[in-house]
Nanobody
Framework: QVQLAESGGGLVQAGGSLRLSCTIS????????LAWFRQAPGQERDFVAA????????YYGDSVKGRFTISRDNAKNTLNLQMDSLTPEDTAVYYC???????????????????WGQGTQVTVSS
């Protein structure tokens, strides 16, 4: 099994930055695609960013493109999300996720991911 644990959430003012980390343990293969999702109260879980082993290629949700940066360190089994220029609309619980379905055509779907962390709260005040 694979275990994921997020850290780094908190309260920040609009315009500020936060860096989230996800520690990954268990039987993790470098070929896994890793991703961040977020869920605001009363809303569905939305795709934020994903990163694949090859490249590594990364891609982002439209609302965070240009502000957030995803990175991974396979040697340390960690996944990071640097979040800049935060707005109150970024307030949500952020989850890291992993999937072995490397060749799935749409890894922006939460249903593609096999393993999830517990989530970390990010609150952006105006």
């Amino acid at each position: 099994q694979v275990q994921l644990a997020e850290s780094g959430g908190g309260l920040v003012q609009a315009g500020g930055s936060l860096r989230l980390s996800c520690t990954i343990s268990g039987r993790v293969y470098p070929s896994y695609t890793l991703a961040w999702f977020r869920q605001a109260p009363g809303q569905e879980r939305d795709f934020v960013a994903a990163i694949e082993e090859i490249g590594p290629r990364s891609y982002y949700g439209d609302s965070v493109k240009g502000r957030f940066t995803i990175s991974r360190d396979n040697a340390k089994n960690t996944l990071n999300l640097q979040m800049d220029s935060l707005t109150p609309e970024d307030t949500a619980v952020y989850y890291c996720a992993a999937t072995a379905k490397t060749f799935h055509p749409n890894k922006r779907l939460s249903s593609v991911y096999d393993f999830w962390g517990q989530g970390t709260q990010v609150t952006v005040s105006s």
